[in-house]
């Protein structure tokens, strides 16, 4: 939605997807998993993105001159695109973007007494927003284009911590 377009990294909340149709806001502690760190098996009731170190992530970003907007990541299991009904229900639940990880991550983060921050880096618009089919070739050549603008701005916030 809005402004999202490849390669602009989204920092803000995320919220995770655990079911056909469960979709969380992050706030609030961490709730337990049931299942390995690498798979999320239960509900999760909450998920917590520190918002000092976001604060510190996007100054970092704007020092770097590193184009940036706060949004909400709408998190699903993967490796799969979204098909054009998730991608209506994952707007219509407030997604700016999606993604195939982050959230299981941050649950184990916060498990672990972590400060998170969730960055987001758009590659592709979601299947129906501009009338396309994602292509992973077209996936990864974005995901390298945009890695060392991610270098320098993950740098510059590694120096404010």
């Known amino acids: 939605r809005g402004e999202s377009g490849p390669g602009w990294p989204v920092t803000g909340p995320a919220s995770a997807m655990t079911g056909p149709v469960a979709s ?3 706030t609030g502690p961490a709730s337990t998993m049931t299942g390995p760190a690498s798979a999320m098996t239960g509900p999760v009731a909450s998920l917590h993105i520190d918002a000092a170190a976001t604060r510190q992530f996007e100054q970092a970003a704007t ?4 184009a940036w907007q706060p949004g909400t990541m709408f998190c699903a299991s993967g490796p799969l695109y979204e098909t054009l009904a ?7 639940a407030g997604a700016d973007v999606a993604a195939m990880s982050g ?7 916060n498990r672990l007494g972590l400060p998170v921050v969730s960055v987001t880096v758009v590659t592709n618009p979601c299947t129906g927003i501009d009338c396309a089919v994602p292509a992973h070739d077209e996936v990864l050549q974005a995901s390298a284009r945009a ?4 270098v320098l701005v993950v740098k510059k916030f590694i120096v404010k911590l």
């Not at 020092?63 to 590193?66: F, I, L, P």
């Open 63 to 66: 020092e770097a001159r590193v």
């Open 24 to 26: 969380l806001p992050v």
């Open 86 to 92: 998730e991608v209506a229900f994952q707007q219509s």
């Open 147 to 150: 890695a060392g603008d991610l």
């Open 103 to 109: 959230a299981p991550e941050v649950a184990v983060a």
